[in-house]
């Protein structure tokens, strides 16, 4: 069992930053894959971006591409969204996911969510 929270959510305006934190407590960390997702009012759950057990590899989703950037720390169970050059498109709530499993894609079933944080891009 993971237990997952995301903090650093909030209000900014468009073409600013926001850089989300997921801190991940349970099992070993670094043996599961890690991924953001998003949902905007009225549309589903999207992907956005996962990295890999090691951190040595990462994918995106092509509307976040060259903006975003997912990073974890596994001596700190956490794992990170940095996101720049904010529209107001990039407005949803953010969740943290877990994936048992090396490595993820946008294809991955995730077994463990956090509650989510609220991204509000003004424009």
């Known amino acids: 069992q993971v237990q997952l929270v995301e903090s650093g959510g909030g209000l900014v305006q468009a073409g600013g930053s926001l850089e989300l934190s997921c801190a991940a407590s349970?099992?070993?960390?670094?043996?599961?894959?890690m991924g953001w997702f998003r949902q905007a009012p009225g549309k589903e759950r999207e992907f956005v971006a996962a990295?890999?057990?090691?951190?040595?590899?990462?994918s995106y989703a092509d509307s976040v591409k060259g903006r975003f950037t997912i990073s974890r720390d596994n001596a700190k169970n956490t794992v990170r969204l940095q996101m720049k050059r904010l529209t107001p498109e990039d407005t949803a709530v953010y969740y943290c996911?877990?994936?048992?499993?090396?490595?993820?894609?946008?294809?991955?079933?995730?077994?463990?969510w956090g509650q989510g944080t609220q991204v509000t891009v003004s424009s």
């Open positions: 996911a877990a994936a048992r499993r090396p490595s993820a894609t946008v294809h991955t079933p995730f077994d463990y």
């Open positions: 349970g099992r070993p960390f670094s043996s599961y894959a």
């Open positions: 990295i890999t057990w090691s951190g040595s590899s990462t």
